[in-house]
């Protein structure tokens, strides 16, 4: 099952709830943000 919950901050990709888990993570301000985006943002050299 698939779920919408919402959209990352930085890119807006939509992140959804597959099958109880989420696919992505939520920040300290209660906003979205794909993994993508958050590998990008903790590791930059890459």
């Known amino acids: 099952m698939q779920e919408f919950i919402g959209c990352c901050r930085s890119c807006g990709?939509?992140?959804y709830?597959?099958?109880g888990f989420l696919n992505g993570t939520v920040q300290e301000d209660q906003t979205l943000e794909c993994f993508e985006c958050e590998e990008q943002r903790e590791n930059p050299e890459k």
Request: glycine letters at 0%; hydrophobic letters at 35%; aromatic letters at 0%.
């Open 17 to 19: 709830c597959e099958n």
């Open 13 to 15: 990709k939509a992140i």
